[in-house]
Nanobody, 126 residues
Framework: QVQLVESGGGLVQAGGSLSLSCAASGRTFGSYAMGWFRQPPGKESEFVAAISRGGGTTDYADSVKGRFTISRDNAKNAVNLRMNSLKPDDTAVYYC???????????????????WGQGTQVTVSS
């Protein structure tokens, strides 16, 4: 079992940057592939980025590729999402998620993630 707590959300102007962090409890954080998803207002949740257990494999949604960077520090039980060149369309609640420990690789499918944080709001003004 792992508990996830996101932080770092806020209000930023278009073109600005923001970094999100997700702190995980437990001593087996390195066993979990991790992902970030987001839910824009009035829309369904969507995949943003994901990273493998060891950090060697990453995956990004086309809409954020080249602007967002996912990383992890297994020693600190944390996964981060650096967001640059933010756009108003990036406005959403951002969620951190962990896959089950049987899965080493990231996934774009929200249903494949077993644990979720409570979310953090990111608002990008135009």
């Amino acid at each position: 079992q792992v508990q996830l707590v996101e932080s770092g959300g806020g209000l930023v102007q278009a073109g600005g940057s923001l970094s999100l962090s997700c702190a995980a409890s437990g001593r087996t954080f390195g066993s979990y592939a991790m992902g970030w998803f987001r839910q824009p207002p009035g829309k369904e949740s969507e995949f943003v980025a994901a990273i493998s257990r060891g950090g060697g494999t990453t995956d990004y949604a086309d809409s954020v590729k080249g602007r967002f960077t996912i990383s992890r520090d297994n020693a600190k039980n944390a996964v981060n999402l650096r967001m640059n060149s933010l756009k108003p369309d990036d406005t959403a609640v951002y969620y951190c998620a962990a896959r089950g420990s049987a899965y080493a690789l990231p996934s774009r499918t929200s249903g494949s993630y077993a644990y979720w944080g409570q979310g953090t709001q990111v608002t990008v003004s135009s």
